[in-house]
């Protein structure tokens, strides 16, 4: 129990959410302890799509996976696998998932979504201003394209859905889709474009302009594997490989791992999993797209960016613990074939995995919890570089015991 602990707060987990509120804290005068296990930016935030998703208000499921499921699953190459050995891990959390399909539960986490995206676009175009690179964001939009006729229903149900929500989007015809993005193959039919979108340079760069912009403003970082902790009156003591590392508060923002230590601190067993994304980087891709596009049919998207083009997508259920199935990656390539005129090339290519941090009803847990002494963001699933700086300023409210715009949907009490 310090009485004078090293830091008013210590934010556990350096990816883009921890980085981002590290330095809205800092901003807000708290002497900030930043802690991960890894450098800045080497998790999910590495290797994410590097799309800002704010068009993505619909949870990661809804009812009409159950028809498509059985054979989702038996293709090991397709857009969702999950390892069969993590089948009992994973099924309590897969039944959470399913009860919050239901209407009531399902157009909460909807509008618990849409409120987040709402405010990402303004938040992140605050946020990178604020430390002069606003150059890693192109607010250039992103598509959503399709190749068979029988798919045109569903983009159109689609765009609907989207309308409903108020997301802004347009019908781009084949004609429009070839001026716009000559690369792509002429035989795409068409497809949705979403103008209040648009794509980071360099996703991995972000985190490491905030983290310099974080430094500057007194953030001190230490790497360190937070192993647990423990709440007294003078704060909070976290245990680490590096020693007892204490503090007036702790934010709990370390995506995917942030289960043990909430659970330790707050005594609150959160339905967190991890759903693991794949990309492949094509270094030699560098004109094919003006923006983002994703495939409708295919279940992945393309981001350009500084070092070439970005493939990204499938989702595998198989833990924070088994080897990656890098194979998915490179699948990855041959999904697009056929999208160009010609086909990309995989010379210098590099295959990565990453874990998602997502909770069974798409919605993250942002709170202030334990009196005050714990804060929380994680959970944030796909969309933790599109909703990190929103997050941050949500953070910042809570740290001042300011309520944030609607946050009652994401406390942690209602799991």
């Not at 009860?99 to 157009?107: A, C, D, G, I």
């Not at 938040?123 to 394209?145: H, M, N, T, Y």
């Not at 980071?200 to 302009?209: A, L, Q």
Request: proline share 7%; glycine share 10%; with cysteine.
């Amino acid at each position: 129990m310090v009485e004078n602990p090293e830091a008013d707060i210590a934010v556990v987990g350096a990816g883009i959410v921890g980085v981002a509120c590290a330095l809205q804290l800092a901003r807000q005068g708290r002497r900030v302890l930043l802690v991960d296990r890894q450098a800045p930016g080497h998790g999910a935030s590495y290797g994410n799509a590097g799309h800002l998703a704010t068009e993505q208000v619909f949870p990661i499921a809804d009812l009409s996976i159950l028809k498509r499921l059985p054979r989702m699953l038996l293709d090991p190459m397709g857009p969702l696998r999950l390892d069969w050995k993590y089948l009992p891990t994973a099924m309590p959390w897969f039944t959470r998932l399913l009860l919050n399909l239901r209407p009531v539960p399902y157009q909460r986490s909807v509008a618990g979504i849409r409120t987040l995206n709402e405010g990402s676009l303004g938040a992140w175009q605050r946020l990178l201003g604020s430390i002069g690179r606003s150059d890693l964001f192109q607010e250039d939009g992103s598509l959503l394209v399709f190749e068979k006729p029988e798919s045109r229903q569903a983009l159109e149900a689609l765009r609907t859905r989207m309308q409903q929500q108020a997301v802004p989007v347009d019908v781009w015809s084949a004609e429009t889709v070839r001026e716009a993005a000559p690369q792509l193959s002429p035989s795409l039919l068409g497809g949705l474009f979403f103008p209040r979108t648009g794509h980071f340079i360099d996703p991995y760069r972000v985190v490491c302009e905030l983290f310099e912009a974080a430094k500057a403003s007194g953030v001190r970082f230490v790497q360190a594997q937070v192993d647990g902790g423990q709440l007294h009156s003078a704060g909070v003591s976290l245990a680490s490989d590096q020693g007892t590392l204490n503090a007036r508060q702790v934010l709990i923002s370390c995506g995917a791992h942030s289960a043990k230590l909430t659970a330790a601190l707050t005594g609150k067993r959160v339905p967190l999993d991890t759903e693991r994304g794949y990309h492949l980087m094509l270094p030699g891709e560098h004109q094919r797209l003006p923006f983002a596009v994703t495939s409708l049919e295919r279940k992945f998207i393309m981001t350009p960016m500084a070092e070439g083009l970005r493939l990204a997508g499938t989702v595998e259920f198989a833990g924070l613990e088994a080897p990656p199935s890098m194979q998915r990656a490179w699948q990855l390539h041959r999904l697009s074939k056929g999208l160009f005129r010609q086909d990309l090339s995989v010379e210098g290519a590099t295959p990565w995995m990453g874990f998602r941090p997502s909770l069974p009803d798409s919605l993250p847990v942002i709170d202030r919890v334990c009196d005050g002494r714990v804060l929380l963001a994680f959970g944030h699933q796909h969309l933790g570089l599109t909703q990190a700086a929103v997050t941050a300023e949500w953070v910042g409210l809570l740290a001042e015991r300011a309520a944030g715009p609607e946050m009652g949907a994401y406390r942690l009490d209602r799991f």
